[in-house]
């Protein structure tokens, strides 16, 4: 049996799993940069460790020479998402992608696993540059939402701890949790849109305090402490009660303020 050179076996799998990380990544950016929801919350990924990989390899029999062609999750991204409708919409995102191209998926959102498992998981060929040329290598993507990923999380640290042989009573709490994980999505799902405008409105509060203190370090540059003081004040008590209208006017004066001293 051939022996692998696990050092260099694993390089382009580590650049694959930072290069899907940023382009993942960069798509929440794009969509927060337009003020838009963004359907990924956020993306994890690893390389799976050498010893999973021969575990893995010895379970299911397959050759050292021909893991880089059957394991396909030795290079795993992980994309968490706030609602079950979003991960449908990621995986549009996923499919209409030209850098990737998938070869199958697997839905256990609506075909949960015996254990209780959900996600959405996809298989797909990443070609990599590497300093010798161009090669291709599988990667496995999970799409889940915050709450299948809690359940995913702690189920698979148990199944760590007892070697995939989980007592009886425990799996039955687990299928508990898992069925009550699912319910919590759907009931979210529900309130989606409440939930949307409530972080919306955080955003426009935070980005229009920050505009207020960036403002008010322009006032001070100007020496006009006292002013500063006062509107401080006043951005305290909106900070606890206030309204984005009310931050918004406070924003105006003292933009207002500083014009008048830069005229003068
Ligand atoms: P930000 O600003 O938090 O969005 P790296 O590749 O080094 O950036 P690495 O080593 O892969 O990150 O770390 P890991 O543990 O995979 O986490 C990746 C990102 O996911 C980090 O974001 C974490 O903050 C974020 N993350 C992990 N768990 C959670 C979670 O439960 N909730 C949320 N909202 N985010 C989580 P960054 O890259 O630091 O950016
Ligand atoms: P890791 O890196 O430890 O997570 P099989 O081993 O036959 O069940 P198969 O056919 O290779 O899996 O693919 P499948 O079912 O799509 O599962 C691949 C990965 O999905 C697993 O990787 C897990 O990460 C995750 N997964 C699947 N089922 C479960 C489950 O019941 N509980 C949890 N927590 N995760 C699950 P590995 O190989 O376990 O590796």
Not at 128 to 135: D, K, N, P, R
Not at 161 to 182: S, T, V
Request: charged content about 30%; overall charge neutral; hydrophobic content about 40%.
């Amino acid at each position: 049996m051939a022996t692998i050179q696990w050092k260099t076996f694993l390089i382009p799998y580590t650049q694959a799993v930072e290069e899907l990380k940023v382009k993942l990544r960069s798509i929440r950016k794009e969509y927060r940069k337009k003020s838009e929801y963004s359907p990924i919350e956020f993306v994890t990924g690893r390389v799976k460790e050498i010893s999973s990989i021969l575990e893995k390899a010895n379970k299911f029999n397959i050759p050292t020479d021909r893991i880089h062609l059957e394991m396909e999750d030795i290079a795993g991204i992980r994309i968490m998402c706030q609602f079950v409708d979003d991960v449908e919409k990621v995986v549009e995102l996923i499919r209409q992608r030209k850098d990737m191209q998938i070869l199958y998926e697997k839905d256990y959102v609506n075909n949960v696993k015996k254990s209780g498992y959900r996600s959405y998981h996809m298989i797909i060929k990443y070609p990599v540059s590497m300093a010798e040329g161009q090669m291709e290598i599988l990667a496995e993507f999970q799409i889940r939402t915050l709450a299948m990923n809690f359940w995913a999380t702690i189920e698979h640290s148990l199944n760590y701890k007892y070697k995939q042989d989980i007592p009886e009573h425990i799996r039955a709490k687990l299928k508990n949790g898992a069925d009550a994980a699912f319910k919590l999505d759907q009931e979210m799902l529900e309130i989606k849109d409440e939930i949307k405008d409530a972080q919306k409105l955080f955003e426009v509060k935070s980005s229009l305090t920050s505009d207020i203190m960036n403002q008010l370090i322009v006032l001070s540059s100007l020496g006009k402490l006292n002013e500063v003081s006062r509107y401080r004040n006043q951005l305290n008590k909106l900070v606890e009660a206030g309204d984005e209208v009310e931050l918004s006017n406070l924003l105006n004066s003292i933009e207002k303020t500083i014009n008048s001293y830069n005229r003068s």
